[in-house]
Each structure stands twice: as C-alpha cells, then as structure tokens.
C-alpha cells in the first residue's frame, strides 16, 4: 500500500468541499481485522448536507469509499458521528410485512 492514509485523506477534501463549515470537519482512522473506520465529525448545521436526503448524499460518500479502499485493497467503512447537542432522536425500526409472492 503506497500510501496508507490516502482513504482519510480523499474523505477530508470531499467533506470539505460539500459543507459550509470545512474548518469543523474531523475524520479519525481506525485498523483493526475488519479494516478500516474512518469517523466522521461536522459540525451540526452540516449534517444534512452529509446526510442528503434519505441518507443519499451519505450512500454516495460510502460507495466512493468503497472504491478507494478497493484500489488499496483494504475494506473501508464510514462511520458519521452524531453532533454533541443533537436533539435528533432515532426513529423506531418496524417490521415488514412479507412481501406477497403474486
């Protein structure tokens, strides 16, 4: 692997460029067997932006990362942390109804 923190660093410019705030972004890099955790951390009035809507603007950002980590053969996962003061509570899962085979 030529340069190991090459993952950290495409996350950083990428958050950089969407929010408004690119001063308040911090990304943390873990290894351990399952690969590789970056942490992402913005400040809150940004959130939205990294998460887009319906969690799209988060799924892209994942499978690029996905990519990258495929280039150096390492499995990358992205992890958004949760801003202190948030008030966002999570929504309950529910159960499906099983799909009717007609």
């Known amino acids: 692997m030529a340069n190991q ?15 408004e705030n690119p001063d308040k972004v911090q990304v943390e890099r873990k290894v351990d067997e399952m690969g590789v955790l970056l942490s992402l951390k913005v400040a809150p009035q940004d959130m939205g932006l990294i998460v887009g809507r319906q969690g799209s603007t988060a799924k892209a950002i994942r499978s690029l990362l996905r990519i990258v980590g495929i ?13 202190e003061g948030s008030t966002h509570v999570p929504r ?7 799909e009717s085979g007609f």
Do not use: G, H, W
Request: hydrophobic share 35%; no cysteine; glycine share 0%.
């Open 5 to 19: 923190a090459s993952d950290q660093e495409f996350l950083e410019y990428l958050v950089k460029s969407i929010v």
């Open 71 to 83: 280039r150096n053969n390492a499995r990358v996962n992205l992890k958004i942390e949760e801003p």
């Open 92 to 98: 309950p899962r529910t159960e499906r109804a099983p």
